[in-house]
């Protein structure tokens, strides 16, 4: 997505490129999960009962009538979690015991066994609500946590590889015999619980269908009842012992069953033992209807203009003030339209079942896999909060939010802006040669724009325009290609949000497009605009000149920006701004004109008017103490605690004062090589000396050098894991791992810590020696020369402000490239602010950058390889083009076409080279690299299925083989939230909290609305 910064856990921001977050867990367990999941995998067995009642082993519950104590103290910092992510379990007894052995029961029909440590993880393989428990041998007694037992409440992954084929489900507890008001399943013998479960959702995949679901438990139950999509029975539970009850879940296709199942845990208490869950007690938000958010991020956001910010940061208010035509459902992002729901548009184009679809409403399904068609909601209404006024939206607001985003897609690079996404599907392909190729790779010249966007055609069924507020058609045929994720790109906010077209471009924020609105909207602008070329708007797209839009197109993608909705915003969605300081806070208040879609009314919809907290108040910190303290004081909502204070988190997670939730990522980070740096510019941010040439990451060898002197195994033990926590974990390519079905598992990549033994083929060591060492295939006489122990090359390593477990990374990381190259390069570190970061990264020109090393990241925009392979690899795009990445490499020492050939469409071939020993030659960069990029344009369109895991396979090797970064971590999330908030109503979708965002109006908790 954009570059990424968020130093938190459950915080972050950046260019949907990322900065370093210091928090945040899991994407790795999902995985884990997905091979084995038990009941998630097709032709899963219906799943058994587990029951223990007996006094075997000693650890269980029966047996506790004669243990010494119930003084164990269980501490999980995740009481909610998506399936298959780990969670930590440890064991605290009283100062003055200790323990010969422990078994820790998780409440799933598994157990630890007998260990001997007092620490474990366990993940959990089904979405349920689990009650965990531990024994412990002290001097041949049996202790327990039978007074502080654990529930832990798991989610569905939906970023498994099922995920497509399974029900989305949800359970609750009802009642049980003890008459609590929060009723749980730890009961007396004798007693009585009531479960309910539900479908949330149909399978993804066309070919499954729902059947009836059922509640299955360790005996009869007292009374059942069940629907299509529901089941609902009661239990008695004579006995001690931890029973499960399961609600049962079942999609079927014609040769396949496919399971998701929700369990719960009974804990029935031994006689005369009143067990309880720890930290039951009942909290309260002190600031009834605000959220109060401390988020760590020096700097805050780079704009909250939808067709300009590409970062994180400005993204979550975005997600917040304006609304999409459609939304990802919350749970689930792909091309299919039960992905998705409507929002703007009264119906999700392609959707032929359902409560609510296109064919039911209009006789038509208004997309036929090439044009999509958007039929406007009437209830959607924009709110100006400097008059109060309100009024509704038009296509030509649609028109004119997507027009403005296209006119920037180009500069100063694709994939700089936010743009490429939607102009990628959009527009044909521009000339490099023509106009200084500005309008390249993609024609956004005015005709380009408007060329495949229809405003009430042929496809606008008539009771769109006498019951609704008319058409927009998108024919995405962009490139001459057919586009099947075209729903995909324009659920993205950034970019595909919807701004209203005339406050857009009235006097007081001058944000018009030439030629049609700009200088034409007189007042407030609070009121549609008329089509392009209509009374009073301009001139007809065919009567504007190609070249019209040039000066607005240089200069108003970037600082100063084109008029004033940098920071100002008008919206209709739940909030409206207002108040927002650009790098320190920002303040939402309820938006008194929003009104959700009314044909929306399932799971993952926006929500009804006075469901969600009426304000919002978001402090951007330049260090996390402030936080920290509201935190522990009890008055903050959310708080960002980076990795490096998680010893804190734990603490007020065992005080009751917080809770945690991890679920999965797939945002990425990385270190980019600038292969022509600016030595005057980076020589401004140090005063140490300098002395590596402009080219020095030019050469393979050093590249390769740097990437394997990184040490991922000390790092991943002790900065990427704390207080057993994963953070991070390691992966290699810009494609992250488990991606649906699109990540090539057999990509290598460095995962222990570097060797200093140059006779070790491979090894950093190794690579330093060819470099140097003049006849082999990585030689470089200019490096050789350069870089000695008496006459190092020095060179600033540039991370940010704010991360101090990044500082932590480079600092081991520089301490090894000094020892592998035997003091022949020095590397220094730099922080600095990571809006200048992203803004020296993005908009700098070949040759113009002056960071030679430095740490970014990604956020997914929309969860395919080309949102990660366009920005990270494509020639001159987000990353590359600062980087000189093809300007470099066509130099002719890098692309010798006498000693390497001259296919560069031959990937297959510099696949293999690229994982021979050595790998591609210093000579043959440029035309591997090539032979890359073509590959990636016939992956890009290639049908998904093995073929197209293949290309994307020969493409990772490729650039893995020229070293382009090195891959430093994978994001596991981790979020927190004060004890009242249910982390439960957390935004988890891969593209949005995924993406460390949130969205505040699906918060939820005692006291928060």
Known sequence: ???????????????????????????????????????????????????????????????????????????????????????????????????????????????????????????????????????????GAVHDNYFGLVIITVSAAFTSAQSSNVPGVAGAITANSSGASNPTAILAPGGTVSFSGSYTGAPTN??????????????????????????????????????????????????????????????????????????????????????SVYELAPGGSNSEDPAIDYETLGYEPILNVYQTL??????????????????????????????????????????????????????????????????????????????????????????????????????????????????????????????????????????????????????????????????????????????????????????????????????????????????????????????????????????????????????????????????????????????????????????????????????????QVPGEQAYAAGTADFATIPSTDVSFLLQLVAQGKLSATSFPSISIFFFPFDMNTSLSGAAQYTSNPITIPADFFSHVGVRETFARSYPYNTIQQNINTKGGIQYFFNYGGAIPQFMANYYPTNVSWPSGDPVDNPSLVGSAAWWWQQTTTQGTPYYSKEISTMCTRANPCQLPLFGQTGAPDLDQRIALWISQIETITNGAVKPTAIDINFVDEVILSTSSAPGTNPLPVFNLGWAPDYPDPTDYVTPMYQADATYTRSDAVVEQLSLPQFSNTTVCGSSTTNYTYWSNVAQTTGGIPEACQGIAYKSMLYAMGV????????????????????????????????????????????????????????GGDQTWYTIQGNGVV
């Not at 570059?3 to 867990?25: C, D, F, H, K, Y």
């Not at 184009?349 to 409560?355: D, F, L, M, N, V």
């Not at 527009?427 to 500005?438: E, F, H, R």
């Open 1 to 139: 997505m954009e570059e990424m910064n968020r130093v938190s856990v459950g915080r972050w921001a950046g260019q949907r490129a990322l900065s370093t977050p210091t928090a945040a867990i899991i994407m790795i367990v999902v995985i884990l999960v997905v091979g084995g999941l038990g009941y998630v995998g097709l032709n899963a067995a219906q799943p058994g009962v587990v029951t223990k009642s007996s006094c075997e082993p000693a650890t269980s519950a029966q047996c506790s009538q004669g243990s010494a104590a119930h003084d164990i103290s269980l501490q999980v910092p995740f009481r909610s979690v998506q399936q298959g992510n780990p969670v930590p379990f440890a064991a605290t007894l009283p100062g003055g015991e200790t323990a010969s052995s422990y078994n820790f029961t998780f409440g799933d029909g598994t157990n630890s066994g007998t260990v001997s440590t007092s620490s474990v993880t366990h993940s959990y393989a089904n979405p349920g609500t689990y009650i965990a428990s531990v024994t412990a041998l002290v001097k």
């Open 206 to 291: 066309p070919a499954f269908s729902l059947a009836p679901p059922t509640v299955k438990g360790p005996s009869t139950p007292t009374s059942a009842s069940n629907t299509s999509s529901s089941a609902a029975a009661s239990f008695s539970f004579p006995n001690p012992g931890t029973f499960t009850v399961t609600f049962v879940g079942l999609a079927t296709s014609a040769s396949a069953n496919a399971y998701q199942n929700y369990t719960w845990t009974v804990f029935v208490a031994p006689t005369g033992l009143h067990a309880g869950a720890a930290n039951a007690q009942v909290t309260t938000s002190p600031h009834k209807g605000t959220l």
């Open 326 to 623: 459609v939304a990802y459902n919350g749970t689930r992002t792909g091309p299919s339209p039960t992905d998705y729901v409507p929002v703007i548009a009264t119906c999700v184009p392609g959707s032929t079942t359902g409560a609510n679809n296109c064919q039911s409403l209009y006789g038509s399904s208004l997309s036929d896999g090439t044009n999509y068609t958007f039929v406007i909601s009437p209830n959607a209404k924009f709110y100006d909060p400097n008059t109060g006024n309100s009024w509704g939206v038009y296509p030509t607001d649609v028109l004119f939010s997507i027009a403005r985003t296209m006119a920037f897609a180009d500069l100063p690079c694709a994939g700089c802006n936010n743009g490429w996404i939607l102009t990628q599907s959009l527009l044909p392909n521009g000339n490099a040669s023509w106009d200084g190729g500005i309008h390249a790779p993609y024609n956004n010249t005015p005709q380009g724009v408007f060329q495949n966007m229809i405003v009430n055609g042929t496809s606008c069924p008539a009771a769109a325009l006498t019951n609704a507020h008319g058409c927009i058609t998108f024919q995405a045929v962009g490139g001459g290609l057919s586009w099947p994720y075209f729903l995909e790109l324009i659920a993205d906010p950034l970019g595909a949000s919807i701004v209203p077209c005339g406050w857009f471009s009235a006097a007081p924020q001058s944000a018009g497009i030439p030629d049609w609105t700009y200088g034409n909207v007189n007042g407030n602008g609070d009121h549609p605009c008329g089509m392009p070329g209509s009374t009073g708007y301009g001139v007809a797209p065919s009567a504007m000149s190609p070249k019209a839009w040039d000066t607005w197109q240089l200069s108003g993608n970037s600082a100063p920006y084109w008029g004033n909705v940098q920071w100002a915003m008008a919206g209709s969605g739940p909030y409206y701004m207002a108040d927002l300081r650009p790098g320190v806070s920002y303040f939402l208040r309820t938006n008194p004109a929003y009104t959700p879609n009314p044909l929306c009314t399932w799971t993952g919809c926006w929500p009804a008017v006075g469901t969600y907290a009426g304000n919002v108040s978001v402090t951007w910190e330049t260090n």
């Open 939 to 994: 992956a890009a369109v290639a049908p998904v299925g093995p073929g197209r895991v293949l290309l994307y396979n020969e493409i990772e090797q490729i650039a893995n083989g020229l070293a382009l970064y090195v891959y430093w971590g994978q994001q596991n999330l981790v979020f927190s939230g004060a004890s009242w908030i249910n982390l439960n109503s957390i935004n988890q979708n891969v593209c949005i909290g995924g």
